[in-house]
């Protein structure tokens, strides 16, 4: 049996504490952590939609991902906006607006702000699971002022990473981990059980059909629990 080194089962996920309401001035807001990892999370609301959405009577949601220059263990300069952060703000993205109806905001865009103060990995499906619940909040405000009549939410959703490492299929894989993992995965899913995004990588060696499978099962498994924790965190909202 691989020993990790924190002491966790090749299958458990690290522990996770979600703290909401810690912005005053946001729609909606969390502090997320997720073993080592924490990251603040806030919704704001704007007046606007991209170009491609004027006049058709919906609105967007967008996201922002930064990692703070404290948040690893050398100080990293305030990051630019590199290919990377383009592709995991787009990831941030796409997962939260697959549990929205965004018909009921038009001509009105949702941004969602996820600032890293602590990287110990899965800073990314971190910032989703971080997204959403800060996302149900901001839509409840919302709902409160009048500016929708419901809660319009799809469905909840939930994301995980997993690794491949050291030939053993890891869970929630923390840095030193994911730093020298032969291949890592993030998956997003809904309470039903339907895939979201998967991103699957070979970082030093290839992956099996069968492997993968194992990944998919675990994802599943993991993420359900995931949901059942934002779930508790969201109960009073979530009636």
């Not at 004027?54 to 290919?83: D, F, H, M």
């Not at 508790?232 to 909202?237: A, E, F, H, R």
Request: net charge neutral.
């Amino acid at each position: 049996m691989i020993i990790r080194n924190d002491g966790r089962g090749v299958e458990e996920l690290r522990e996770i504490k979600i703290t909401p309401g810690i912005v005053k001035n946001a729609l909606g807001s969390c502090i997320y952590s997720q073993g080592d990892t924490k990251l603040i999370c806030a919704v704001s609301m704007e007046e606007n939609v991209p170009s491609f959405l004027k006049g058709k009577g919906e609105g967007w949601l967008t996201a922002e991902y930064r990692l703070l220059p404290y948040s690893c263990g050398n100080r990293v300069y305030r990051e630019k906006l590199s290919g990377r952060i383009y592709e995991i703000q787009r990831l941030i993205g796409r997962s939260l607006r697959a549990c929205v109806d965004l018909k009921s905001l038009p001509d009105k865009t949702l941004w969602v702000d996820c600032d890293v103060i602590q990287a110990d990995g899965g800073t990314r499906v971190s910032s989703i699971n971080a997204g959403f619940v800060s996302l149900v909040y901001a839509l409840d405000n919302l709902r409160k002022k009048g500016v929708i009549s419901s809660l319009p939410l799809k469905n909840i959703i939930g994301a995980v990473s997993i690794s491949i490492w050291k030939g053993n299929i890891i869970l929630d894989p923390n840095y030193v981990e994911d730093s020298d993992a032969e291949a890592d995965f993030n998956i997003v899913m809904d309470s039903e059980g339907n895939f979201i995004e998967i991103q699957g990588t070979a970082e030093q060696k290839k992956f099996s059909s069968q492997q993968l499978d194992e990944v998919f099962l675990l994802a599943k498994k993991s993420i359900s629990k995931i949901i059942e924790i934002e779930k508790k965190v969201l109960s009073d909202i979530l009636l």
